[in-house]
């Protein structure tokens, strides 16, 4: 396994209390000096945190900064050191320290860069634990509009998962985009150094060049890896290999290696001008590289089997979309995903002539898809926790994580900044309190506490004494539920049983059964929850697509509500990819919220805002993309991937893209 020094879990934990020893123990002797010992201990603290940075040993750089912190008298400074001490544990994948540093700052403090790094840190944080492919959905490529000190970040950390899951060739990309959001010389050239390294231990697993991992690699990778070959090649003289290199680089002109490499690696004179790579994401989905072909669309979808249902109602309201405005598009194709694999669904799409691919539905085959090489754009009916390198490839569907992203920015509006939450047990409750989380950290809140409840028992009194415990009931402000209605109606009245009705609950619309109940959901009186503008709206344009939806499909409109909204979303976001008019960080009206398409290919949702009052359901406000595109950088969807440092939208008329 290739890993690079400063990797995730590279130290981490073990270094915690001698961090903070060489905090307390500089403070006792802030005068004293550096010592003499040789050239590295004649670095001062800060310097050799710097250099341990450069080279990727960000357990080490997190210990010197944690040094130059004790050492120094200066406020200011001392904090400058504790956010670098808790960035650099952030990179390393130690938790614990990143927690202990960046607890000790208030991000209000820090200016727009710093802010934008210690939410980065944050969220490095959040995806420590996880699994290689989930982390990387959630640390998405930065935009070309992020600040460097920002963007090598994520492709240093980006890197480290990739390395970590015995992925060489990504990483090696990750780290030739590192390079090329580098601005200091010194780190440029630890940075070169580092690739090579990586490239010399891919050659010595047999990844080569022309291997098949490095089959979809751009020149600059496969430049790296060929470089690193010769370095491995036994040469019967110097004019040989030289000879070689020389060779290499008509091959891989302007190649990087140039700038440093060539001279420290092999004393080669030879070097010629670089190219500079450029900046921005890996085969990002949704780039202009995948344009249609033609302007049919397939609808590809499970009419059998356990998905028949929701795939019934998806079909009708795409359907109902597209005849309500066509945009001058043939009548789109329906496939029967059931019976069809990746492999067998792409062919047929490309045998049709299909322009647009809309589907599958199933997450394991959105994955699978997701891996094929397309020349259509497709829009996968949900949500998958893997990175995509497939261009035009975008993911659209219901996904909970946007829904506790909503609610938290929504419950930060009201000003409830310190949250304490209970999820149910599973991934799904995993993936409902990361997206809460991470929005959260997002507007410099904090989340106290959080536990995890059996949603098959009726009897949640453990999981809420021990959230509401250890002072957390009288530091919180707030409390996020997340659970199908049954399980909410229970934790709402057993929380008031143990005192705490009195504190806000905001939750996500699988609270709410669609339709309203107030002789069951009188329980919930107060509950504040986020859902779609199909559900919330009343009156207008809305309502009246409502009415004729449920006269046209029935049950189908009715039963499975938000299902046949997704569908009418579906169709608007395939016109528009149709007409070229779907671009990242351009939001849209839609029945599901409004949609935010980013860099990565994911289609975010925002939401409206409702209350429980007298077991019905209350709209408070309404989506718009005017509040969507004015928003502050801050309020950035945890999703996207401008990394910046973001007011959740209100107000709005929903439905225009239907019209």
């Known amino acids: 396994m290739i890993r690079l020094n400063g990797g ?37 603290p800060a310097d050799a945190a710097q250099r341990a940075a450069d080279q990727g040993d960000y357990a080490e750089a997190a210990a010197r900064y944690g040094e130059a912190a004790g050492r120094t008298t200066n406020a200011d400074t001392q904090r400058m050191y504790r956010l670098e001490a808790g960035l650099a544990a952030a990179q390393a994948g130690d938790v614990q320290t990143a927690r202990q540093m960046l607890a000790s700052l208030d991000p209000s403090t820090l200016g727009p860069v710093d802010h934008a790094r210690y939410n980065l840190a ?29 963007a090598e ?13 015995n992925r060489p060739v990504e990483g090696i990309a990750a780290l030739v985009q590192r390079g090329a959001w580098l601005e200091r010389q010194t780190a440029v050239q630890a940075n070169d150094e580092r690739t090579y390294d990586a490239a010399a231990d891919a050659i010595g697993l047999g990844i080569g060049p022309d291997s098949t991992d490095a089959a979809n690699a751009d020149d600059t990778v496969r430049g790296w890896l060929a470089l690193a ?17 020389a060779e290499w680089q008509q091959t891989y002109r302007g190649h990087p290696a140039n700038r440093f490499v060539l001279a420290d690696q092999f004393d080669y004179q030879g070097t010629m001008a670089v190219q500079p790579v450029t900046r921005g994401g890996v085969n990002t989905a949704g780039s202009a590289a995948a344009k249609p072909s033609s302007d049919q669309v397939a609808l590809a979808l499970p009419m059998s089997g356990a998905f028949k249902n929701a795939a019934g109602a998806i079909r009708d309201g795409f359907t109902f979309a597209y005849r309500n405005n066509t945009g001058g598009l043939p009548s789109p194709i329906s496939y029967d995903s059931s019976n069809l694999n990746a492999q067998a669904l792409a062919q047929r799409a490309e045998n049709d002539g299909i322009g647009i691919l809309v589907g599958p539905l199933d997450k394991d085959k959105v994955a699978a898809m997701a891996r094929q090489q397309l020349p259509m754009p497709e829009i996968g009916l949900n949500t998958i926790d893997e990175p995509v390198r497939r261009d035009g490839f975008y993911q659209f569907g219901l996904d909970p994580a946007d829904e506790a992203a909503s609610a938290a920015r929504h419950a930060v509006d009201e000003g409830d900044r310190n949250a304490i939450a209970l999820v149910p047990q599973g991934d799904w409750g995993d993936r409902v309190l990361d997206g809460f989380r991470d929005a959260l950290n997002a507007e410099s809140g904090q989340l106290v506490d959080y536990r995890t409840y059996n949603s098959d028992t009726h009897d949640h009194s453990q999981a809420i ?30 929380l008031k049983y143990y005192h705490a009705g009195d504190l806000p609950m905001v939750t996500t619309s699988h609270a709410y059964a669609g339709q309203p109940d107030p002789d069951s959901d009188i329980d919930l009186n107060g509950v504040n ?11 207008g344009t809305i309502a009246r697509l409502r009415q004729e939806a449920a006269s046209t499909y029935g049950s189908s409109a009715t039963d499975y509500a938000r299902l046949f909204a997704m569908g009418m979303d579906a169709w608007v976001l395939a016109r528009r990819v149709a007409k070229a008019e779907l671009s990242a960080d351009e939001p849209l009206e839609g029945m599901t919220g409004v949609l935010a398409p980013r860099s990565d290919g994911h289609i975010t949702r925002y939401l409206g805002w409702a209350v429980f009052r007298n077991g019905r359901p209350q709209t408070l406000s309404m989506p718009s993309t005017a509040d969507v595109r004015a928003m502050p950088s801050s309020r950035a969807p945890s999703r996207g991937s401008d990394y910046r440092t973001n007011t959740a939208p209100t107000q709005g008329n929903v439905g225009a893209g239907l019209n």
């Not at 970040?153 to 899951?165: D, H, L, N, P």
Request: glycine share 10%; aromatic share 6%; hydrophobic share 45%.
């Open 8 to 44: 995730a879990g590279t130290r981490a934990g073990l270094f915690c209390i001698g961090l903070l020893m060489l905090f307390v123990a500089g403070c006792a002797s802030q005068n004293a000096g550096p010592g003499t010992a040789g050239g590295e201990a004649r670095l001062s």
């Open 529 to 539: 929850f986020v859902d779609m503008p199909w559900v919330l709206g009343n009156g």
């Open 122 to 150: 944050q969220r490095e944080i959040a995806i420590a634990d996880m699994a290689p492919g989930k982390a990387l959905a959630n640390l998405p490529p930065p935009a070309k509009n992020t600040a460097p000190a920002v």
């Open 465 to 494: 004494q021990a959230v509401l415990g250890r002072g957390n009931q009288a530091n919180a402000d707030v409390i996020f539920v997340a659970g199908q209605p049954t399980q909410a109606r229970l934790i709402r009245s057993q």
């Open 153 to 165: 970040r994520v492709w240093e950390k980006r890197a480290q998962i990739q390395f970590s899951a």
């Open 229 to 245: 070959d010769i370095g491995q090649r036994a040469f019967s003289d110097r004019s040989q290999r030289d000879d070689a290199l």
